[in-house]
C-alpha cells in the first residue's frame, strides 16, 4: 500500500501563492491518476485538481481554474498544487490521493489511497 504525505499548507493572506507537495512511499505512484481534494469546515470535501498517469491530461474545479496549476514529478513520486490568487473561500484541509486508474478523474470514488491532509488558511 502506498503512503501519501502532503506539505506545504499555511497561513497566509489573501492574494499570496502557495505551492503543495504530495510525496508517496511505499509504492510508487506508477500510472496511477492522482488528485487534490479539499475540506472547509463544515462542509463536504470537494474536488479540486487531477492529472493523469502520464500527465498529459489535468482537471480543475470551476473554484480554482486559472488560479491553480496540478503537476507531477514521477521520478519523485511527488504531485504538485501550485495556487495563486488565494482567496478567504481556499480554507481548507487539502488531501491528495492516488487514483485507481491511469486517468484523471474528479470522482472520489476513483481514489484508493488517501493523504492525512494539510491545512491552507488564507486569511482576509
Known amino acids: 500500500q502506498v503512503q501519501l504525505v502532503e506539505s506545504g499548507g499555511g497561513l497566509v493572506q489573501a492574494g499570496d501563492s502557495l505551492r503543495l507537495s504530495c510525496t508517496a512511499s511505499?509504492?510508487?505512484?506508477?500510472?496511477?491518476?492522482m488528485g487534490w481534494f479539499r475540506q472547509a469546515p463544515g462542509k463536504a470535501r470537494e474536488f479540486v485538481a487531477s492529472i493523469s498517469g502520464g500527465g498529459g491530461t489535468r482537471n480543475y474545479a470551476a473554484s480554482v481554474n486559472g488560479r491553480s496549476t496540478i503537476s507531477r514529478d514521477n521520478a519523485k513520486n511527488t504531485v504538485y498544487l501550485q495556487m495563486n490568487s488565494l482567496e478567504p473561500e481556499d480554507t481548507a484541509v487539502y488531501y491528495c490521493a492516488r487514483a485507481q486508474g491511469i486517468f484523471s478523474v474528479d470522482s472520489e470514488t476513483q481514489y484508493a489511497d488517501w493523504g492525512r491532509g494539510t491545512q491552507v488558511t488564507v486569511s482576509g
Open positions: 511505499g509504492r510508487t505512484f506508477g500510472s496511477r491518476g
